[in-house]
T-cell receptor
Framework: EAGVAQSPRYKIIEKRQSVAFWCNPI?????LYWYQQILGQGPKLLIQ????????DSQLPKDRFSAERLKGVDSTLKIQPAKLEDSAVYLC?????????FGEGSWLTVV | GNSVTQMEGPVTLSEEAFLTINCTYT??????LFWYVQYPGEGLQLLLK?????DKGSNKGFEATYRKETTSFHLEKGSVQVSDSAVYFC????????????FGQGTRLTINP
């Protein structure tokens, strides 16, 4: 079974630029998550989708972050404009039942 | 709200030593508990889980027991290897509905040969 796929793996951008990350969940998984992991910390949930509807986006900085999940499969997370403090690993995950499976992450450096 | 507190790292051990990484949690109800591992440059991998009190999760020689009375889920391994060097995260799942994880801050483990 293929795992959660993410791209790009690494991205370096200047502050105030924009960036987009893509995620393809495990086939058949209705729930999709985006987590932010800042160096030295545990992952923090940004947004959770159930099919193509948003379940929880309470910790998403909506002035600069946006996410969508068209057709209930792939998802895109966008940051515009980026700030230095957005430097982190962005982890996509999916689940069916009570176990969540993570992708390898997209590493963002904002300079 | 729900929270997880992990033993602070980093932890450095010699090969074949006994490992314990402490994890305690605060939550209402009976959430599922998880340990995830993150190897250098990789994403999070599920190591083990327990879904109810007194359950023991185990995988790759690691074990953790869900202790409701002490609100703990300590990770143990009897004899660690160099390949176990990684960051370990304890996580708390939500009660009912779609799963949602709250993570501890992580414990970096280094095993020396």
């Amino acid at each position: 079974e293929a795992g959660v796929a993410q791209s790009p793996r690494y991205k370096i951008i200047e502050k105030r630029q924009s960036v987009a990350f893509w995620c393809n969940p495990i086939s058949g998984h209705a729930t999709l998550y985006w987590y932010q992991q800042i160096l030295g910390q545990g992952p923090k949930l940004l947004i959770q989708f159930q099919n193509n509807g948003v379940v929880d986006d309470s910790q998403l900085p909506k002035d600069r972050f946006s996410a969508e999940r068209l057709k209930g499969v792939d998802s895109t997370l966008k940051i515009q404009p980026a700030k230095l403090e957005d430097s982190a690993v962005y982890l996509c995950a999916s689940s069916r039942g009570n176990t969540i499976y993570f992708g390898e992450g997209s590493w963002l450096t904002v300079v | 709200g729900n929270s997880v507190t992990q033993m602070e790292g980093p932890v450095t051990l010699s090969e074949e030593a006994f490992l314990t990484i402490n994890c305690t949690y605060t939550a209402t109800g009976y959430p599922s508990l998880f340990w995830y591992v993150q190897y250098p440059g990789e994403g999070l991998q599920l190591l083990l889980k327990a879904t109810k009190a007194d359950d023991k999760g185990s995988n790759k020689g690691f074990e953790a027991t869900y202790r409701k009375e002490t609100t703990s889920f300590h990770l143990e391994k009897g004899s660690v290897q160099v390949s176990d060097s990684a960051v370990y995260f304890c996580a708390l799942g939500s009660v009912g509905g779609a799963q949602k994880l709250v993570f501890g801050q992580g414990t970096r483990l280094t095993i020396n040969p």
